[in-house]
């Protein structure tokens, strides 16, 4: 059963982790103390799945592919390097 602390961070944790911004960012932005925040968000956990896959219908594949990760969009197309994709997305996942 949560603590009542727990019910109150969790939901901000949540909003700083879907605002496309650092934690550092999220709490200057909010007004939060960032130790703080940073504490609950580690103490909540990292509730995302990597190993979740989603499924992509490409409408024009000579065209080029943008991904849209939280508020980020990424252009990809042939020449893309991979290995940089994939930083790129685990770093604003």
């Given at each position: 059963m949560p603590t009542p602390a727990?019910?109150?961070?969790?939901?901000?944790v949540r909003r700083a982790r879907c605002s496309g911004v650092?934690?550092?960012?999220?709490?200057?932005?909010?007004?939060?103390n960032e130790s703080t925040l940073a504490w609950w968000n580690w103490r909540l956990g990292d509730d995302r799945d990597d190993s979740a896959f989603v499924e992509v219908t490409v409408?024009?594949?000579r065209g080029p592919l943008r991904l849209h990760v939280g508020s980020v969009q990424v252009e990809v197309d042939?020449?893309?390097d991979?290995?940089?994709l994939r930083q790129v997305v685990e770093v604003l996942s």
């Open positions: 727990e019910l109150r961070w969790e939901p901000i650092s934690i550092r960012a999220y709490a200057r932005q909010h007004g939060i409408a024009d594949p042939r020449d893309t991979l290995a940089l």
